[in-house]
């Protein structure tokens, strides 16, 4: 737990071991909010200095894991499943392994999904094109 004299370091932005909710959320270009429901999913458990919410350089670091996740399209339930494999296997096999299978099927449904967009693209150009020669023809 930290001391009073760390949670007020962390608060007034000096280097320590220990982060504010408003220190994470400026670093990492997210609110608060988003920290705090993160928190209420159980992914991060911050420490209490008193009233206050601090956070260690672990919580960075699976915030940072986290948001990495989301961009990359992957579920909380995902994610929560990888961040708990690397308490659980301190070899990291289990955690590199569960990393690989998620990584193909969400490389292998944005290719479908790049296959359902290429023929959409297609499919608008042509009606674009339709478009634009029966306008080019009433305007004759």
Do not use: N, W
């Not at 429901?37 to 919410?53: H, N, S």
């Not at 992957?74 to 499943?81: A, G, K, Q, Y």
């Amino acid at each position: 737990m930290p001391s009073s004299s760390q949670a007020h370091a962390a608060a007034s932005g000096d280097t320590a071991p220990f982060y504010s909710v408003s220190q994470l959320a400026k670093q990492l270009g997210v609110t608060a909010r988003t920290i705090r429901f993160y928190e209420d999913k159980g992914l991060v458990a911050p420490q209490r200095a008193g009233t206050a919410r601090v956070y260690t350089h672990r919580d960075r670091a699976r915030l940072v894991l986290i948001l990495r996740g989301k961009k990359l399209g992957f579920s909380l339930r995902e994610i929560r499943d990888y961040l708990d494999l690397y308490d659980a296997d301190p070899t990291h096999h289990l955690q590199t392994r569960q990393l690989l299978v998620l990584v193909r099927k969400r490389v292998a449904k944005l290719q479908e999904q790049r296959v359902a967009i290429d023929q959409s693209l297609a499919e608008l150009t042509e009606i674009d094109r339709q478009c634009e020669a029966v306008l080019a023809s009433q305007a004759e």
